[in-house]
């Protein structure tokens, strides 16, 4: 999975796709997020639950552990190895939903340069990423950050790429989020039941959307 994607629509928009009811704590604003080509670093909306609450709270893209200090934050980790390798053991139980609207893949095509295709669900509902991090409320003395979860990418999307993110139904997204998921029941959700690739469509946009400082709503057109 490449480091761009998109949020756009309202927190409440993800919010009611996520059917969580209960009142939710919002520290993103009533504002649609406008963000059309978000890349790591930057700070994303991100839900997680504390104190029986569902939180929304902006997250920096990126994450970690103190003693890595020979590279940069990752931006995603790989659902074959997240559950058990050291790198992110801090954070595994750290479950969280990254609410997206689609994400960006390049691909070699032959061209001066590669071939941005946008990704989305071809209904164009909401995409709930599974993620994990270090989040607001936790341990100060680890930087708050977080991570998408990834898995292999098969059958017709394989040749975007062969990395995506693990995306999540509704039902599983609210059980990913419950604090009293066992961490194997969640280890076999992200490994087994993230949403096919049928749910999914792709097609080209402009080139553009590989400069951070471009952001309009034009990046995600078809072109």
Not at 116 to 145: F, K, T, V
């Amino acid at each position: 999975m490449c480091g761009r994607l998109s949020q756009y629509r309202g927190i409440h928009d993800f919010v009611a796709a996520l059917s969580m009811p209960g009142a939710v704590v919002n520290n993103i604003g009533d504002q649609p997020l406008g963000r059309y080509n978000a890349a790591p670093t930057m700070q994303l909306a991100l839900f997680h639950i504390a104190n029986d609450m569902l939180y929304a709270d902006p997250v920096t893209w990126g994450w970690r552990p103190h003693w890595a200090t020979d590279r940069a934050a990752p931006i995603n980790a790989r659902v074959e190895k997240v559950a058990h390798g050291p790198f992110f053991r801090q954070i595994w139980p750290h479950r969280a939903i990254c609410p997206v609207d689609n994400w960006f893949e390049w691909v070699d095509e032959g061209g001066p340069k590669k071939q941005p295709y946008l990704i989305r669900h071809r209904n164009r509902s909401p995409i709930l990423c599974a993620s994990i991090g270090q989040l607001p409320g936790q341990d100060r003395s680890e930087h708050e950050g977080f991570v998408i979860i990834t898995a292999d990418s098969e059958g017709g999307m394989v040749d975007i790429h062969d990395r995506r993110p693990v995306v999540l139904a509704p039902d599983l997204a609210r059980e990913w989020l419950d604090p009293a998921t066992p961490k194997e029941r969640a280890e076999h959700m992200a490994l087994q039941q993230g949403e096919a690739e049928e749910a999914f469509e792709w097609f080209k946009v402009s080139t553009a959307v590989g400069n951070v400082r471009n952001y309009g709503q034009e990046l995600i057109e078809p072109v």
